[in-house]
């Protein structure tokens, strides 16, 4: 680092810690499709989750597993245009009755990544 960029640097770390919004902006999901822990009565075409920032599509992926492990969905998901990419979804076939896994990983636009999983029920 020459001493030209050192005050800026400084500068920018500065504005990284005094704001919150730039300095955490990992995304996190704010709601899904199904919803969190939920039992369906019929089965979704779809599986959503709506993130609280942008995502990097080329680094995100969506799958749903069943009760045996095997992935049901149909390709590893993708970004939704038009939604500030904040929208992750992919498609699934018509599910049979019985417990599924929705497995999420994303990176944000500021690089973090976060992932996690939850579980949703289709009834009999
Ligand atoms: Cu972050």
Known sequence: MSHRSLP???LSLFLTLSIPGLAYAHAFPERSRPRVGSTLTKPPHLVRIWFDAGLEALFCSLTVKNAT???VSEGRGHVVA???DRLL???VPPLAPGR???YW???AVDGHH???RYMFRIQK
Do not use: D, W
């Open 8 to 10: 800026f640097a400084v």
């Open 100 to 102: 599924y896994h929705v």
């Open 105 to 107: 990983s994303v990176v």
């Open 114 to 116: 976060t992932e996690g």
């Open 89 to 91: 979804e992919t498609q």
């Open 69 to 71: 492990g095997q992935i």
């Open 82 to 84: 038009g939604t500030h």
